[in-house]
Each structure stands twice: as structure tokens, then as C-alpha cells.
């Protein structure tokens, strides 16, 4: 037994230090590799952040302990250069009034960073507030977290001013000990957040990205990585620079960013959710991450009948990775709500909701609570 954790302990540092069949970037989209990631895969969106203040280190933490395959992170970055893993690149958001409407860290509170104060247009939508590219990696972390839905988390509010902002290197660290620690393997979901803005405002994230995986040994076809992104163009630029896997976002509504650009040429979502949408998007990427109603719509206030997308999808040689599921009644179909319906943060009955999706064929799922999602993994997997 000790000789077979000794083993498995090796095979974990392989794949995290890059040892083992390291590859050079090929333009063409590369296989994902049979082994990894295990089907469904349990992805923990931005941490168990139903749980704890969402991206820091201990909502990750928390995932990993719950049982997630892979932690998720939206990734933006200081003015000094450094990825840093935060819902939006605004750290505080205010309403017209003055009023603060959210914030992921205390910065508002801040006196010294009062005069950091200013209005952003971000993907065609002017932003009042603070903004990490306004700050130094030094600064950011003088900052601490905050619940960023406190009515609806008040359970994970409770933890707000205990975390600092995490940094993706810190991200790597986690997800590599982690691995050595369970014995299995912990993979990294990375998100390139607005990469046109910050392509527009001289910061690019690609490069920092591939630079701090290359560091990590993680720059490879069988490395522990996903990079998403909801714009195409980003993407198809990263696919002639690295050989990781790549997942193309997929909203129910709307255009990506970088297609809106483009004006009557751009694509819809809805044109990309398409067999031939679908088909082109294999070009470039090895799955899609739709929205959750793309895949399973309400209908009578229920799950309704799944769409034909899961099939199509694989039908053109792509995963699905859905999102995101949610625990509490706000983020429930009617009949999954648990008395009284009509207090957003009671939670109704999420596992109910994680087995319809897990039925619909995915090969992954976004969740807010992995512990739910491995539960019901767990429960899948001993039935004949």
C-alpha cells in the first residue's frame, strides 16, 4: 500500500511538473487525453462559492476538500502585470447614486484609495468603481475579500475581511499540493476575462497566461488546464500559441464581445450553438461551455425537455461543460425551491437539479457547492 501511494504520488508530480510527454504548441487543436479530466467532471466555479467569499484560496481550498476535479478562476490583471483571480476586473461597483451596489473586496472602505475611484467602459457598459488595473499587486493585497451576494450568501459573508485577492501563480501552488495531498488530480479552469478591454488597453493576458503556465510546466496537451473564454477571437489566437485545452463560452443571449465589434459580421451565441456554429468552433477549441438553460430550459416552472446541443456537440468532437449551478431558491427552477419559495437564499433542492443535468449526457458541470455535485457523481457512479 505504501509503495502504491509512493507511485501514485510520482505519476501527480509528473503531470504537474510537465515531466511526462511534454509537448511544443501546434496550431491544430490536440485530443484531450483519455485519463483526464474524469467524466463528468466537477468543476468548482470560482471556488465552493455558495460557501466562502468567491476566488480566494480558501474557497478553493473548500472545493478541493468537497470533492471538485478542477478549481475555476476568472483571471484579470494588476497594474503591475499579475494575474489575479476576481469575478471582474471592478473590485467595488457603485450604483448612479453613490451607493455602493457590489463589491468582491473592502477597497470602498479604503480612505487611501478613495481617489482611485473612476468610470470604466467595459465591454460597451460605463463602470463606476475601483478596478484591479489600477492597483499593484502590493496594494491589491492589502485588500481583503468580501461576500460579493451577501443577501443571498449571508453563511459566506460571514468569512468577509478574513482573504486576501489570490493570484493565479498561488492558484498553481494550491492546485499542485493539493494534488499530492488527495492523491488525485486537481486541474486548474482559467477564464480570460474582457480580454479585448484589456487588449485595447495595452495589458494583454494571453502572454502572462502562457508565460506562468510555461513557468509551471503546465504549457502542454496533457496538462491539468482548461482556458475559456466568451470571446472567439482570443481564443483563436491562443490556439497557435499553445497546445492546452481550450473551451468556447456560449451565453443564451447576446453576441461575444470581440463579434459585437465586428457589427452585422460578427456571430450570436445562437449562431455558434448551431451544428455548423458548433463545427467551426472545433477548429479552435475542445469543448463549449454553454449556459445551463442552452441545455436543460425551464419550462412550468421545471426542468424542460433537454435541447438537442449536448448531441450536437459531440456529434462535432467537443465536451460540454455546463453552467453554473446554484443552491439557493434565487438561482433554482420554481419547483426545486424549498419553503419559503420566495426567500432567494434558502436553499431548495440542489441535488435534484445536479442529477438532471448529470442525466443530460455533459461532461462536466460548473457548480457553486461541489460537495452537492460529488454526491450526486458518487451516487451515479455505483448505480449498474
Known amino acids: 500500500m505504501e509503495l502504491l501511494q509512493t507511485c501514485k504520488k510520482a505519476m501527480l508530480a509528473l503531470a504537474w511538473m510537465g515531466l511526462a510527454a511534454t509537448a511544443q504548441a501546434q496550431p491544430a487543436a490536440p485530443a484531450p487525453a483519455a485519463s483526464w479530466p474524469p467524466q463528468p467532471a466537477l468543476i468548482a466555479h470560482r471556488g465552493a462559492s455558495a460557501l466562502r467569499p468567491e476566488h480566494t484560496l480558501a474557497a478553493y481550498q473548500k472545493a478541493i476538500d468537497d470533492g471538485a476535479d478542477l478549481i475555476e478562476a476568472d483571471l484579470v490583471i494588476t497594474r503591475d502585470g499579475v494575474l489575479v483571480s476576481r469575478h471582474e476586473n471592478a473590485i467595488a461597483i457603485l450604483k448612479a447614486d453613490g451607493a455602493l451596489q457590489e463589491a468582491t473586496t473592502d477597497v470602498a472602505d479604503r480612505p487611501e484609495f478613495a481617489a482611485r475611484r473612476t468610470t470604466r467602459t467595459i465591454d460597451g457598459k460605463a463602470i463606476t468603481g475601483w478596478f484591479v488595473e489600477d492597483f499593484t499587486l502590493a496594494e491589491l493585497k492589502t485588500l481583503r475579500a468580501r461576500e460579493r451576494i451577501p443577501l443571498l450568501r449571508p453563511g459566506s459573508a460571514a468569512y468577509d475581511g478574513q482573504f486576501e485577492v489570490a493570484t493565479l501563480e498561488e492558484m498553481i501552488a494550491l492546485a499542485r499540493t493539493q494534488s499530492e495531498r488527495t492523491g488525485r488530480t486537481i486541474g486548474l479552469y482559467l477564464e480570460t476575462k474582457h480580454p479585448s478591454y484589456f487588449q485595447a488597453m495595452g495589458q494583454p493576458l494571453e502572454k502572462p497566461l502562457l508565460d506562468m503556465l510555461a513557468k509551471h510546466g503546465l504549457n502542454r496537451a496533457d496538462a491539468p488546464v482548461f482556458i475559456q473564454s466568451f470571446e472567439v477571437g482570443n481564443l483563436r489566437a491562443l490556439r497557435?500559441?499553445?497546445?492546452?485545452?481550450?473551451?468556447?463560452?456560449?451565453?443564451?443571449?447576446?453576441?461575444?464581445?470581440?463579434?459585437?465589434?465586428?457589427?452585422?459580421?460578427?456571430?450570436?451565441?445562437?449562431?455558434?450553438?448551431?451544428?455548423?456554429?458548433?463545427?467551426?468552433?472545433?477548429?479552435?477549441?475542445?469543448?463549449?461551455?454553454?449556459?445551463?438553460?442552452?441545455?436543460?430550459?425551464?419550462?412550468?416552472?421545471?426542468?424542460?425537455?433537454?435541447?438537442?446541443?449536448?448531441?450536437?456537440?459531440?456529434?462535432?468532437?467537443?465536451?460540454?461543460?455546463?453552467?453554473?449551478?446554484?443552491?439557493?431558491?434565487?438561482?433554482?427552477?420554481?419547483?426545486?425551491r424549498s419553503a419559503p419559495a420566495s426567500n432567494g437564499a434558502q436553499r431548495g433542492d440542489a441535488r435534484a437539479d445536479m442529477d438532471a443535468f448529470l442525466r443530460s449526457g455533459i461532461d462536466g458541470v460548473f457548480t457553486d457547492d461541489p460537495a452537492i455535485g460529488r454526491a450526486a457523481l458518487d451516487a451515479m457512479q455505483r448505480k449498474p
Do not use: C
Open 240 to 336: 497557435a500559441l499553445t497546445p492546452v485545452r481550450l473551451v468556447q463560452l456560449l451565453a443564451p443571449n447576446g453576441s461575444p464581445f470581440d463579434q459585437t465589434l465586428k457589427g452585422a459580421q460578427g456571430r450570436t451565441y445562437a449562431q455558434m450553438a448551431t451544428p455548423a456554429g458548433l463545427a467551426e468552433i472545433a477548429t479552435y477549441a475542445q469543448g463549449v461551455g454553454p449556459g445551463r438553460a442552452m441545455v436543460i430550459p425551464v419550462a412550468n416552472g421545471g426542468h424542460g425537455r433537454p435541447t438537442s446541443l449536448v448531441q450536437d456537440a459531440h456529434a462535432a468532437g467537443l465536451l460540454v461543460h455546463v453552467w453554473t449551478l446554484r443552491p439557493e431558491n434565487a438561482f433554482l427552477p420554481a419547483r426545486l
